[in-house]
T-cell receptor, first 113, second 115 residues
Framework: DQQVKQNSPSLSVQEGRISILNCDYT??????FLWYKKYPAEGPTFLIS?????DKNEDGRFTVFLNKSAKHLSLHIVPSQPGDSAVYFC????????????FGTGTRLKVLA | NAGVTQTPKFQVLKTGQSMTLQCAQD?????MYWYRQDPGMGLRLIYY???????DKGEVPNGYNVSRLNKREFSLRLESAAPSQTSVYFC??????????????FGQGTRLTVV
């Protein structure tokens, strides 16, 4: 049973436009969410996170939105750049529980120059 | 600035052979994890260790064993490799900042092929 889902395996966006990556979760006990970026032949690297007490967190071109009632989060990248082309994973954590990160299946973003 | 170091980076095994993937972190993190990445499946948790001396199964533990040797090191062992274990394996670690857990830091991965 997939607790964290990324339903879009891939996304193509023109350079300069907005990229929106989506993630849904099923476990209402998750209270910390993260986005990771992964280039080929490298390990995932942390991008941005959000606590469940917030609904938005912004870091430069990257903004994460959290809708707890819908159990949905999204990552906005504005403006998108060719160097943003990578696989993006969302992950969830339950502070009161089992001390493990659960990852989604990933979305491959391609930013077209 | 090593962070999380995994060895080896590449490995080819024959079906039935055994091997151990090594992982070490130098960030004084309590928690360590082993994930596998397969096409279309994302990152799936194999085993994790919330603290030194403890290990727990993740989503896909069958065919694997782990050892938390000390706070720095967490190894993953394949006792009898199978072609279904062909994958890219990632080790990660995370710590605490006050009452909050930090993000997980990943190693560079081990690409394992079982023939």
């Amino acid at each position: 049973d997939q607790q964290v889902k990324q339903n879009s395996p891939s996304l193509s966006v023109q350079e300069g436009r907005i990229s929106i990556l989506n993630c849904d979760y099923t476990n209402s006990m998750f209270d910390y969410f993260l986005w990771y970026k992964k280039y080929p032949a490298e390990g995932p690297t942390f991008l941005i996170s959000i606590s469940s007490i917030k609904d938005k967190n912004e870091d430069g071109r990257f903004t994460v939105f959290l809708n707890k009632s819908a159990k949905h989060l999204s990552l906005h990248i504005v403006p998108s750049q060719p160097g943003d082309s990578a696989v993006y994973f969302c992950a969830a954590w339950e502070s009161s529980g089992t001390y493990k990160y659960i990852f989604g299946t990933g979305t491959r973003l391609k930013v077209l120059a | 600035n090593a962070g999380v170091t995994q060895t080896p980076k590449f490995q080819v095994l024959k079906t039935g052979q055994s091997m151990t993937l090594q992982c070490a972190q130098d960030m004084n993190h309590n928690s360590m994890y082993w994930y596998r990445q397969d096409p279309g499946m994302g990152l799936r948790l194999i085993y994790y260790s919330a603290s030194e001396g403890t290990t727990d199964k993740g989503e896909v533990p069958n065919g694997y064993n782990v050892s938390r040797l000390n706070k720095r090191e967490f190894s993953l062992r394949l006792e009898s490799a199978a072609p279904s274990q062909t994958s890219v394996y990632f080790c990660a670690s995370s710590g605490r900042s006050g009452r909050k857990n930090t993000e997980a830091f990943f190693g560079q991965g081990t690409r394992l092929t079982v023939v």
